[in-house]
């Protein structure tokens, strides 16, 4: 029962709220509570009838609510934290699984059983459940523990699930209070039956985009099970994002794929949503990967940081859709296109250069019958392309801008036309502004294997804008032209007026790159059931791949030099060695629970991730001591030695085992690494031992712009006669101050946090103190 104080305090909110006016938004309430039946719903009916979602594991509630109703609730016993729900997640969007080195006769595909009776769980924009990489032939019965089902919706019969697509289900109330309306789990973007088919597909044989990359198609988990929760359209909601989450949680998924970032910076983890529910979800043993956003080459712009996340960037394959545009002077540059034609080559066409191709108010005029040459795009490529072919030209180039440099997305243009990197395109710019009459032609090429993988452009990089000790992304999977199955209802390009509609579409993105890590973790838990999703993680990493397909460095798309750790993390992902990494680096939920304790946070933030009184007390340290498989080293101004501790864990299985450490410093002038003990030996399996490693460095960094191009890039390895268990390292020299560049990123979000908070703070005492004074306590 509440206190008269209590009601007599609702009583005057709700007399604030009648003056204020009725309008509501969705608020996602946490409490320190089991479940939301500790709140006073009993003298609070018209707050238990606009709850919308529940979520058990993370311990809160979705409702709609007026803003000074959040903030009367704030102010009860128990509640944790009041967020107003957000629009700010957005989707990141046959070859790869040989180019990953998985065989269907050796290998960790046979020797799973292709991931058979693993549970993906997928947040996302929905199934085709029809497609035929969902189909069910040749797959044994559901796995025995699963408590999920597919629901009964418009257009979303559950009959139209199977023993591959398990679960499919629909969250989109906090879509739908926005004013949106979708009704079931059938996807109506392509997104997720792409990155689902990705993960899990059964293999479909003649699988193509209008003859490109035709072949058999198939996931990389391929009789591992689907479940699918769509929680996004165009764009996602927190409240259903949760919803989702708890939901998989509950059903008993074995891995969790989350194709999505938020669509602003990086939040803190405590008011961060895909945090959160990474962090319930890993509590309960499942092994969680997160795209690492879109929004490269930029430094800082990875998302999805937090250490429990396996968090993913993008590379490329070695298969490319070339296209080739010959000059008039004999020059041949070669682009990318899925134009198709049954032609060898087009005719010769007169080639004129736009610039900037905005509308077709900005087009010269008289375009007929030409190719037209833009080297600044606004919109959708396709949409430009489009603009271009209504005004009669014959063809299209689009040059990337330099920030993209030389990474070519394969796009189905509706037209002859080519991505062109951006030398490539300088070079077409030069012959077009020097030649008194250019002229030029397209000879269409079929595909070919290249050098890769290389770093996608538009992968998201480092160092991690929330927590620099953490190294993030944490490695790189395929993700740039992949074709996967796709919704037939669906334009390709994302164009409101691109007609056309397949059952495969080839897309660039870490959202293709996320799905990848997703089955190849499935894999693993099938070979390793019981691995922690830490050791899952920490064999991909240790094990992944830093040379190309031709023995050397990876490269970074943006300028072709070799791509550091900011960008690859630990590199590109090889599923058969991450079978046996030898060692890996464990970290248990106490670990992660130290590692926020680190960050400084407040009992009420840590009080959203444990239930635990006093969680930090008595803990101190740096959040690079976690025990994570990489090192990023911080030194600030006055402090020249850093000391971190790692442990690992022997999963060998031909023992005794003794392993030796080397260290490999691009800067030794810079920074001097040392490592204690140099020699591990292990004699059993679930053995562990632990290292140091010491960073010491006389160099101060006294370049405010420097900053990032002055870092230093390395790799521990610990090796013996049949494991290499290898860690990057990065080190980063932060001045102070440093213009546009915080001493500590922490600081910079926290305060990004708490200067809003301070607006809700005031709504509250404002409400305590009136309500205190008209109805002293004890009244």
């Not at 993680?537 to 190309?548: G, K, P, W």
């Amino acid at each position: 029962m509440a206190s008269s104080h209590f009601i007599f305090s609702l009583i005057f909110v709700l007399f604030l709220n009648s003056a204020a006016g009725n309008n509501m938004s969705s608020y996602l309430i946490f409490v320190n509570h089991d479940s939301i039946t500790s709140l006073p719903f009993d003298d609070t009916k018209w707050l238990s009838a606009r709850v919308f979602y529940t979520y058990e594991a993370l311990r809160g509630f979705a409702v709609m609510l007026t803003e000074v109703e959040s903030a009367f609730i704030a102010t009860l016993p128990g509640v944790t934290a009041v967020l107003k729900d957000q629009e700010n997640t957005k989707l990141q969007t046959t070859r790869s699984p040989e180019f990953l080195g998985l065989n269907q006769n050796l290998g960790l595909w046979p020797d799973t059983n292709f991931g058979e009776n693993v549970i993906i769980g997928l947040v996302d924009t929905g199934i085709w459940p029809e497609a035929a990489s969902f189909n069910d032939t040749g797959l044994g019965p559901v796995p025995s523990g699963w408590k999920g089902y597919c629901e009964d919706r418009v257009d979303f019969n559950s009959s139209l699930c199977n023993k591959k697509l398990i679960g499919a289900k629909y969250f989109m109330k906090g879509f739908n209070n926005a004013g949106f309306a979708y009704q079931s789990p059938r996807d109506e973007t392509g997104h997720g039956t792409h990155v689902a088919s990705t993960a899990a597909g059964v293999p479909v044989e003649h699988a193509n985009l209008f003859g490109f990359a035709e072949g058999t198609a198939m996931g990389i988990a391929s009789k591992a099970r689907i479940a699918m929760y769509k929680a996004c359209a165009a764009t996602c909601f927190n409240s259903d994002i949760l919803a989702a989450l708890e939901s998989a949680i509950k059903d008993g998924v074995h891995v969790l794929s989350l194709s999505l970032v938020h669509d602003e910076s990086e939040a803190p983890y405590f008011n961060n949503i895909i945090a959160r529910g990474g962090f319930a979800a890993m509590e309960r043993g499942i092994f969680v990967t997160c795209a690492a956003g879109n929004g490269g080459p930029s430094p800082t712009s990875v998302m999805n940081t937090a250490p429990w996340l396996t968090t993913v960037g993008a590379g490329s394959i070695d298969r490319t859709f070339p296209i080739d545009v010959v000059l008039g002077d004999g020059q041949v540059h070669t682009g990318s296109s899925l134009f198709s034609s049954n032609l060898r080559a087009t005719e010769v066409f007169p080639l004129v250069y736009v610039g900037i191709c905005n509308s077709p108010k900005t087009l010269p005029q008289n375009l007929t019958g030409k190719i037209v040459v833009c080297s600044y795009l606004r919109g959708l490529i396709f949409d430009n392309a489009l603009m271009v072919q209504a005004v009669g030209a014959a063809g299209f180039i689009a040059v990337n801008p330099k920030i993209v440099g030389e990474e070519l997305k394969a796009l189905p243009y509706p037209l002859p036309a080519a991505s062109m990197s951006f030398n490539e395109g300088k070079q077409i710019i030069s012959y077009i502004i020097s030649t008194q009459n250019p002229f030029g032609r397209f000879v269409f090429n079929i595909p070919r294997k290249e050098r890769a993988p290389a770093l996608a452009s538009f992968s998201s990089r480092g160092p991690n804008p929330l927590v620099l000790e953490i190294l993030k992304p944490d490695l790189i999977a395929p993700g740039l032209n992949i074709l996967a199955a796709f919704s037939p209802n669906v334009a390709l390009s994302e164009s409101l007026y691109d007609t056309r509609r397949e059952k495969f579409n080839i897309i660039s993105g870490t959202s293709m790159a996320c799905p990848h890590v997703a089955g190849a973790a499935a894999l693993l838990r099938a070979r390793h059931p019981s691995w922690s999703p830490a050791a899952i993680r920490s064999a991909l990493m240790t094990t992944a791949a830093t040379n190309d397909n031709q023995g050397f460095p990876i490269l970074d798309y943006k300028d072709m030099q070799a791509a550091t750790a900011l960008g690859i993390g630990s590199g590109y992902i090889n599923p058969n060695r991450a079978a046996d990494p030898g060692l890996v680096y464990d970290a248990s939920v106490s670990d992660y629970i130290s590692f926020l304790c680190s960050l400084n946070y407040t009992e009420g933030q840590m009080k959203l991730f444990t239930a635990k009184p006093n969680p930090c007390s008595g803990s101190a340290g740096s959040p690079g001591n976690l025990n994570y498989p990489s090192f990023s080293v911080v030194f600030k101004p006055n402090s020249n030695i850093q000391v971190l501790t790692r442990t690992v864990t022997c999963v060998g299985e031909m023992l005794p085992e003794v392993y030796h450490v080397i260290v490999v410093n691009s800067e030794t002038e810079k920074v001097t690494i040392t490592v204690e003990p140099q020699m591990l030996s292990f004699n059993s399996v679930g053995e562990q031992q632990m290292y140091k490693i010491k960073f010491e460095t006389n160099f101060v960094q006294e370049n405010d712009s420097r900053v990032f191009d002055d870092m230093m890039f390395g790799f521990i390895s610990w090796e013996s006669e049949k494991h290499m268990v290898r860690s990057p390292i990065s080190v980063i020299w932060i001045p102070e101050p440093v213009y546009g560049f915080e001493p500590s990123p922490r600081v910079k979000n926290a305060g990004a946090y708490l200067w809003p908070k301070l607006n809700l703070f005031l709504t509250q005492t404002m409400c305590l103190l009136v309500t205190s004074f008209v109805f002293p306590l004890g009244f």
